[in-house]
């Protein structure tokens, strides 16, 4: 199964590859509540696939959008099919860090920031 995505993914984006230059590293920090935002690395991805679609779908290889311009921070219950921004990111990055038997525990990705204390953590709202 592995191979067969692999395959497809790989078949479907030379051309997008060629056609994209992606910066090096991107800051993922909209959402960084209980974990520091994560730096993610083109670099480090692009040895997986060379498809930007598998990441960026539904975009053109010459427009492509931070995950942000299309996934609000909040549910929009008016776009039910839309995840927020949020449960977007874990669900593409969990799904092909399980596909590619990558790392799955939080701190590989994301720092693990201070917690609050005392009152501050009863306040603090769980995103």
């Not at 959402?31 to 040895?47: K, R, S, Y």
């Not at 997986?48 to 960026?56: L, N, Q």
């Not at 779908?57 to 949020?86: F, R, T, W």
Request: negative net charge; glycine residues 4%.
């Amino acid at each position: 199964m592995k191979k067969i995505v692999l395959t497809l993914l790989l078949a479907g984006g030379v051309a997008a590859a060629l056609a994209a230059d992606p910066p090096d590293t991107v800051t993922i920090d909209a959402l960084n509540h209980w974990f520091a935002p994560v730096e993610f690395t083109h670099g480090d991805h692009l040895d997986v696939t060379d498809d930007c679609s598998a990441c960026h779908h539904d975009q053109e290889p010459d427009e492509i959008e931070a995950c942000g311009e299309c996934h609000s921070a909040d549910y929009d219950p008016s776009e039910p099919d839309v995840p927020d921004l949020k449960m977007a990111y874990h669900m593409l990055c969990v799904a092909c860090h399980q596909q590619e038997e990558a790392s799955l525990a939080c701190v590989d990705c994301h720092a693990r920031q201070a917690l609050p204390e005392g009152p501050e953590l009863k306040e603090a709202a769980v995103r």
